[in-house]
């Protein structure tokens, strides 16, 4: 997919990958463009992350090569590099990526950790948050730049989870996020640490379900106050052969209060292949106002690269359906 495809979806905004972006690019092609809303030619509202969580990702895991102090994170990209990733470093780059809303640098919360090692990430969380709002003072004043966004650790511990909110909250943001891996060991939703979160944000803090969700956990989390979310799956399920369906005939009659109100659509079952209807009579995307069942079936059992591409701009386009039922709060209201 590229940018006008996203547009055309009518998805409120994007999100980009401090990470990748700092490992791939650096910092001269970025402010050469002036910023990477230019680069990408994309003029809707765009959230940059941390970085942390793939930092964490790779350098936590069992085969991972690097170090988490309170320092920051070293890894290794390749077997002659090394880069050392800052709190400073991560909020450095990106306001130079000129987004419109920032991540501070967590260290995330395995979900496997004890009580102790979760205490652990907490406290550093703290401490690097701190780091990076003094680092973004240096640039803003709070409220007069891109908002600033504090994340949430602490995993299953509740106290934890409160613990690390109030002390964010004390250092000042713009809203928190709800970090870590939100299942629980149960392969559950977690929702208690998404309230404990909401219950201890100020009144006027915005709330960002980060890696947030499936249709039904975003719902959830909107009515407990959250306004933003930004999740791989509507893209990546695409890729797999796995569609969002609204289950009503149109737009108008879809009811997010339903028990089920979607299911998953899998076009290569032996009985779509002759089916000459869209996807969904309740979507108005590229592939369900000019493709068929048939047609798309016939294009994963070839395997061709088409397939994916509308099927991401149908699974995007249900998810920017599922924001205007909410009321489009974390595109219009929120994002400037």
Same mark, same amino acid.
């Given at each position: 997919?590229?940018?006008?495809?996203?547009?055309?979806?009518?998805?409120?905004?994007?999100? &980009?990958?401090?990470?990748?972006?700092?490992?791939?690019?650096?910092?001269?092609?970025?402010?050469?463009?002036? @910023?990477?809303?230019?680069?990408?030619?994309?003029?809707g509202?765009?959230?940059?992350?941390? @970085? @942390?969580?793939?930092?964490?990702?790779?350098?936590?895991?069992?085969?991972?090569?690097?170090?988490?102090?309170?320092?920051?994170?070293?890894?290794?990209?390749?077997?002659?590099r090394?880069?050392?990733?800052?709190?400073?470093?991560?909020?450095?780059y990106?306001?130079?990526?000129?987004?419109?809303?920032? &991540?501070? !640098?967590?260290?995330?919360?395995?979900?496997?950790?004890?009580?102790?090692?979760?205490?652990?990430?907490?406290?550093?969380t703290?401490?690097?948050?701190?780091?990076?709002?003094?680092?973004?003072?240096?640039?803003?004043?709070?409220?007069?730049?891109?908002?600033?966004?504090?994340? &949430?650790?602490?995993?299953?511990?509740?106290?934890?989870?409160?613990?690390?909110?109030?002390?964010?909250a004390?250092?000042?943001?713009?809203g928190?996020?709800?970090?870590?891996?939100?299942?629980?060991?149960?392969?559950?939703?977690?929702?208690r640490?998404?309230?404990?979160?909401?219950?201890?944000?100020?009144?006027?803090? !915005?709330?960002?379900?980060?890696?947030?969700?499936?249709?039904?956990?975003?719902?959830n989390?909107?009515?407990? @106050?959250?306004q933003?979310?930004?999740? &791989? !799956?509507?893209?990546?399920?695409?890729?797999?052969?796995?569609?969002?369906?609204?289950?009503?005939?149109?737009?108008?009659?879809?009811?997010?209060?339903?028990?089920?109100?979607?299911?998953?659509?899998?076009?290569?079952?032996?009985?779509?292949?002759?089916?000459?209807?869209?996807?969904?009579?309740?979507?108005?995307?590229l592939?369900?106002?000019?493709?068929?069942?048939?047609?798309?079936?016939?294009?994963?059992?070839?395997?061709?690269?088409?397939?994916?591409?509308?099927?991401?701009?149908?699974?995007?386009?249900?998810?920017?359906?599922l924001?205007?039922?909410?009321?489009?709060?974390?595109?219009?209201?929120?994002?400037?």
């Amino acid at each position: 997919m590229d940018s006008l495809d996203i547009v055309n979806t009518q998805t409120p905004g994007v999100l &980009v990958n401090t990470y990748h972006l700092y490992r791939e690019l650096g910092g001269g092609l970025i402010k050469k463009f002036g @910023g990477v809303r230019k680069f990408m030619n994309f003029d809707g509202p765009i959230i940059s992350d941390s @970085g @942390g969580f793939q930092l964490m990702s790779l350098v936590k895991s069992k085969n991972g090569k690097g170090k988490v102090s309170d320092i920051g994170i070293s890894f290794y990209p390749s077997k002659k590099r090394k880069i050392l990733f800052t709190p400073e470093k991560s909020i450095d780059y990106q306001i130079k990526l000129k987004t419109d809303l920032i &991540v501070v !640098l967590d260290d995330f919360t395995p979900p496997t950790a004890s009580y102790d090692e979760a205490k652990v990430t907490v406290e550093r969380t703290i401490k690097w948050a701190k780091r990076c709002r003094e680092t973004y003072d240096k640039y803003y004043k709070l409220g007069d730049g891109p908002y600033l966004i504090g994340v &949430v650790q602490g995993g299953k511990y509740g106290d934890l989870r409160k613990y690390c909110a109030v002390k964010l909250a004390e250092i000042g943001f713009d809203g928190l996020g709800y970090g870590g891996w939100p299942i629980d060991e149960n392969n559950n939703f977690d929702y208690r640490s998404a309230e404990i979160i909401a219950e201890c944000a100020p009144d006027d803090y !915005l709330l960002y379900g980060l890696g947030v969700g499936k249709p039904h956990e975003i719902v959830n989390l909107h009515k407990m @106050g959250y306004q933003i979310f930004d999740c &791989v !799956l509507p893209t990546r399920d695409a890729r797999h052969e796995r569609l969002y369906v609204y289950n009503e005939n149109s737009v108008k009659n879809i009811e997010l209060n339903d028990d089920k109100f979607y299911s998953y659509y899998v076009p290569s079952k032996q009985k779509n292949y002759l089916l000459n209807e869209p996807i969904s009579y309740a979507c108005d995307c590229l592939l369900c106002k000019n493709y068929s069942k048939a047609y798309l079936a016939h294009l994963f059992r070839i395997n061709d690269i088409s397939a994916m591409r509308l099927a991401s701009i149908h699974n995007l386009r249900f998810y920017s359906i599922l924001m205007e039922k909410l009321g489009r709060v974390a595109g219009d209201k929120y994002i400037k």
